[in-house]
């Protein structure tokens, strides 16, 4: 996390698997408990990985890093998937909950929202995201800031 002025970029990482050690334990033993699940109905050592592997792969965020980086001109997100730099004319308002911050392209509650939004986690910096995004994002139309 840094910011050394109002104006200078908000950079930070996340890790989620680091945050909650419990959770990150319950979900390797449901991964490797599926594994052996399929490995014991197939009886082939073939699909006991293969599902550890994609069990592994749809949580690959969970799993590694995301690094966030918002300036005057843009967000972006870059993780094991590549990397998302989205101007701020491009969203319409933003709602913070305890765990991130998602940043709408919509004016008003969508349906689509969770497939248009960009989803911004805080890593312990919760007050510094929502300031630097509510200066950015018209606070007439932010949500649950």
């Known amino acids: ?5 109002e ?9 989620p698997y680091k945050e909650s050690i419990p959770r990150t ?3 390797i033993a ?6 052996i699940l399929a490995y014991l109905m197939f009886k082939a050592v073939f699909w006991g990985v293969f599902s550890v592997l994609i069990l592994f792969a749809s949580l690959h965020a969970f799993f590694t890093r995301t690094a966030y ?4 001109e843009s967000v972006t997100v870059k993780s094991s998937t590549g990397t998302q730099i989205k101007k701020w004319s491009n969203f319409k308002r933003f709602y ?8 709408s392209t919509f004016a008003k509650p969508s349906r689509l929202d969770p497939f248009r939004s960009t989803r911004l986690l805080y890593g312990g910096n919760r007050d ?6 509510s200066k950015r994002i018209n606070r007439d139309s932010a949500g649950g800031a």
């Open 25 to 27: 334990v319950i979900v």
């Open 1 to 5: 996390m840094s910011q050394n002025s």
């Open 96 to 103: 913070a909950d305890k765990k991130g911050v998602t940043l």
């Open 128 to 133: 510094e995201v929502v300031a630097y995004i």
């Open 69 to 72: 980086r918002l300036d005057d």
């Open 7 to 15: 104006d200078a970029p908000l950079e930070w990482s996340v890790r």
């Open 30 to 35: 449901v991964i490797l408990a599926v594994g």
